[in-house]
């Protein structure tokens, strides 16, 4: 794992030709861009949701009614009836469905959250694989890599691949790969 003051070094990196305000807020602004265009072309273009996307939809509705209920018992045992597929998925769409209800916008809400902050988890790694060289043409590499088709298929579906792709590029991060 990094050390704290290896982190705070990688975070301190300058870019040459960019200050760290405009490299953050230009990650930001690329993120809420994808996350705008995924969300607004899923709204208005997409059917409901197919068999897969219905299961995790019920697991989550489940814990959703049980959260709501008050009644932890059937948490855990709904939970744990979520042996093939994680259940952290689960847990983040059911506060979702308790604030936003079932509607196909409101559930895709979390992944497209992920995918307006993919662009920071990637700069990041890419920091940590380049051993901090990242030249002016980081932007490049970012867009490169969050334009992959797998990315913009999987974060506008109610499935838990693209929170996995996040968990997985961040635990790289955090351990300095």
């Not at 855990?76 to 209800?101: D, K, Y």
């Not at 992959?148 to 691949?161: I, K, S, W």
Request: with cysteine; hydrophobic share 55%; glycine share 4%.
């Amino acid at each position: 794992m990094l050390s704290a003051l290896a982190m705070k070094e990688l975070l301190n990196l300058e870019i040459k030709n960019y200050s760290r305000t405009l490299r953050i807020f230009s990650l930001l602004i690329i993120g809420l861009i994808l996350a705008w265009m995924s969300y607004s072309d899923t709204a208005t273009h997409r059917v409901p949701v197919n068999w897969d996307e219905g299961e995790y939809f019920q697991f989550s509705r489940l814990l959703a009614t049980d959260i709501q209920n008050g009644d932890l018992s059937s948490f855990w045992s709904h939970t744990n009836r979520q042996r093939v597929h994680p259940f952290l998925f689960s847990w983040m769409v059911a506060p979702v469905i308790l604030m936003g209800g079932s509607t196909l916008k409101a559930l895709l809400l979390p992944n497209l959250i992920l995918l307006a902050v993919f662009p920071w988890i990637c700069f990041l790694l890419l920091q940590i694989l380049l051993k901090g060289s990242l030249r002016s043409e980081w932007i490049f590499y970012v867009i490169f890599i969050i334009s992959a088709p797998a990315v913009m298929e999987y974060a506008v579906v109610l499935m838990p691949e693209f929170m996995g792709l996040i968990m997985l590029f961040a635990a790289l991060v955090v351990w300095g790969v």
